[in-house]
């Protein structure tokens, strides 16, 4: 029913993105915001003048390289809506990776077609950011897929492949090498949780990693300290990402550090509230996966509460978590050039309409930061480990500590992975969510076609 089911919003999915993204192509005829950079970068790499570089692309070349072979295998121009498809390309094939990683989160056989989607992919596929610049000529698409197609390789125990998918990825985002250690570990822990003693074989060491809802404070450091010690059986699987890190540390060696140009306006801070705005994004863009938690929402609201407040110690907790939390709010909030002057994003408006409507405004939303927070844990914790539910929060620190602009597309690739360990959600929680994709879809594509100013002014993500 799934597989039928996927096939079927696969098929919409295409026609409308597709459609889309011919009406976008009818109305925004010139490069716009990033594109300005990326399009001639690609079209010089078209026209083989390989010595091209413009100082104020900060990625690595994937994205122009990728058009290159696409123009040379299928012979289209390197024009503006040409150069548009490669994102799109990359972004209809995404639910055929998502498909795989799925499964195997939800502990399922996937379809025997790897060309056969299953319905939570289509609609992961959906997610707003993914959507909307899988229609512009941006990295993060085609960089995602390539994170996803690892992840898989991954866990599929082909680690040289996945090794090779994540080097590939790193060639759109340099901080993609966060995700390659991440299909390692993801797919690590699954292996040494599940293994097997071979036949007539001695047992193996066995990790100590108990469910993650069931975990204490005090089972995270044995936790630790246990995979520690077991480390030596999954050593030799860590060797092509070793080869991977050992690329990328002589490529920031060599570069001088991780952003490639502009490093004046792309200097690393310590942005720690970004992880609180994360949470709170993804909560108020994945809330529909909340409504189909087994026993209901209800039941998972009482499970925050009971987190939160659910005796004097959590209470405690919580109200030590909130001061150190308002600490950071107050020490590492980040009022970034771009963010206050770039009024055509949406968090230019949300920056100056709420959070500096006073100045006591970004501490009030601290009780739902641990609230979401809570939520996500619960919801993806109910099939997993402590270790496996605290593998993606510790490579998404890396990820969104340094990086002082609030900017949603940060956000994309560690919500899909979250949103891919979640267990497995009725059809009715799937239509939901897909419906709810797809009214912000809508709304924030038709604001960015026909609300734009005078100027070219338009509103984007």
């Given at each position: 029913m799934s597989s039928s089911l996927g096939a079927t919003a696969f098929v919409i999915f295409t026609v409308l993105s597709v459609a889309t993204l011919k009406e976008l192509n009818a109305q925004v005829t010139e490069p716009y915001m990033d594109e300005?950079?990326?399009?001639?970068?690609?079209?010089?790499y078209c026209n083989g003048d390989w010595a091209h570089w413009d100082p104020k692309i900060t990625t690595p070349p994937g994205l122009y390289i990728l058009s290159v072979i696409l123009k040379r295998s299928i012979i289209f121009k390197c024009t503006l809506p040409t150069l548009r498809m490669t994102p799109l390309l990359t972004l209809v094939l995404l639910p055929f990776a998502l498909t795989r990683l799925f499964c195997f989160h939800q502990r399922i056989r996937p379809p025997p077609s790897v060309f056969t989607p299953?319905?939570?992919?289509?609609?992961?596929?959906?997610?707003p950011i993914a959507w909307f610049f899988g229609m512009l000529y941006y990295t993060e698409v085609p960089g995602l897929l390539l994170v996803v197609a690892a992840v898989v390789a991954a866990t599929q125990r082909r680690h040289w492949l996945a090794g090779g998918l994540g080097a590939l990825s790193c060639a759109f985002r340099q901080t993609n090498v966060v995700w390659v250690l991440y299909a390692y570990g993801a797919s690590s822990l699954m292996y040494l949780r599940f293994r097997r003693a071979p036949p007539g074989g001695p047992?193996?060491?066995?990790?100590?990693?108990p469910p993650a809802l069931a975990a204490g404070p005090a089972d995270i450091p044995r936790s630790i300290w246990s995979l520690v010690e077991i480390l030596p059986d999954i050593l030799l699987d860590f060797i092509p990402y070793a080869l991977v890190l050992l690329m990328f540390g002589a490529f920031v060696v060599w570069n001088g550090g991780i952003v490639l140009g502009d490093k004046s306006n792309h200097i690393p801070s310590f942005h720690v509230p970004q992880l609180y705005y994360f949470v709170a994004f993804s909560t108020m863009l994945g809330w529909p996966v909340m409504l189909c938690a087994e026993g209901g929402v209800g039941q998972l609201l009482r499970g925050v509460r009971a987190r939160m407040f659910g005796g004097r110690r959590r209470t405690l907790a919580t109200v030590l978590l909130s001061a150190a939390m308002a600490l950071t709010v107050k020490l590492f909030t980040i009022h970034h050039p771009f963010l206050l002057s770039d009024n055509r994003h949406y968090t230019f408006y949300v920056w100056r309409r709420v959070f500096m409507l006073h100045p006591i405004v970004p501490y009030l939303f601290i009780p739902g930061y641990i609230a979401c927070a809570w939520l996500w844990f619960l919801r993806v914790g109910r099939e997993q480990t402590i270790l496996q539910s605290l593998l993606l929060?510790?490579?998404t620190l890396p990820i969104l500590l340094p990086t002082p602009l609030l900017e949603p597309r940060y956000f994309l690739v560690?919500?899909?992975l979250m949103r891919a360990q979640v267990g497995e959600v009725p059809a009715w929680g799937l239509i939901a969510e897909g419906v709810w994709?797809?009214?912000?879809?809508a709304a924030t594509m038709y604001v960015f076609l026909f609300k734009g100013r005078e100027g070219g002014v338009r509103f984007m993500w």
């Amino acid at each position: 029913m799934s597989s039928s089911l996927g096939a079927t919003a696969f098929v919409i999915f295409t026609v409308l993105s597709v459609a889309t993204l011919k009406e976008l192509n009818a109305q925004v005829t010139e490069p716009y915001m990033d594109e300005p950079f990326h399009v001639p970068q690609a079209q010089a790499y078209c026209n083989g003048d390989w010595a091209h570089w413009d100082p104020k692309i900060t990625t690595p070349p994937g994205l122009y390289i990728l058009s290159v072979i696409l123009k040379r295998s299928i012979i289209f121009k390197c024009t503006l809506p040409t150069l548009r498809m490669t994102p799109l390309l990359t972004l209809v094939l995404l639910p055929f990776a998502l498909t795989r990683l799925f499964c195997f989160h939800q502990r399922i056989r996937p379809p025997p077609s790897v060309f056969t989607p299953t319905l939570d992919a289509v609609v992961a596929t959906a997610f707003p950011i993914a959507w909307f610049f899988g229609m512009l000529y941006y990295t993060e698409v085609p960089g995602l897929l390539l994170v996803v197609a690892a992840v898989v390789a991954a866990t599929q125990r082909r680690h040289w492949l996945a090794g090779g998918l994540g080097a590939l990825s790193c060639a759109f985002r340099q901080t993609n090498v966060v995700w390659v250690l991440y299909a390692y570990g993801a797919s690590s822990l699954m292996y040494l949780r599940f293994r097997r003693a071979p036949p007539g074989g001695p047992p193996p060491r066995k990790l100590y990693d108990p469910p993650a809802l069931a975990a204490g404070p005090a089972d995270i450091p044995r936790s630790i300290w246990s995979l520690v010690e077991i480390l030596p059986d999954i050593l030799l699987d860590f060797i092509p990402y070793a080869l991977v890190l050992l690329m990328f540390g002589a490529f920031v060696v060599w570069n001088g550090g991780i952003v490639l140009g502009d490093k004046s306006n792309h200097i690393p801070s310590f942005h720690v509230p970004q992880l609180y705005y994360f949470v709170a994004f993804s909560t108020m863009l994945g809330w529909p996966v909340m409504l189909c938690a087994e026993g209901g929402v209800g039941q998972l609201l009482r499970g925050v509460r009971a987190r939160m407040f659910g005796g004097r110690r959590r209470t405690l907790a919580t109200v030590l978590l909130s001061a150190a939390m308002a600490l950071t709010v107050k020490l590492f909030t980040i009022h970034h050039p771009f963010l206050l002057s770039d009024n055509r994003h949406y968090t230019f408006y949300v920056w100056r309409r709420v959070f500096m409507l006073h100045p006591i405004v970004p501490y009030l939303f601290i009780p739902g930061y641990i609230a979401c927070a809570w939520l996500w844990f619960l919801r993806v914790g109910r099939e997993q480990t402590i270790l496996q539910s605290l593998l993606l929060p510790v490579c998404t620190l890396p990820i969104l500590l340094p990086t002082p602009l609030l900017e949603p597309r940060y956000f994309l690739v560690p919500y899909i992975l979250m949103r891919a360990q979640v267990g497995e959600v009725p059809a009715w929680g799937l239509i939901a969510e897909g419906v709810w994709y797809a009214i912000v879809n809508a709304a924030t594509m038709y604001v960015f076609l026909f609300k734009g100013r005078e100027g070219g002014v338009r509103f984007m993500w």
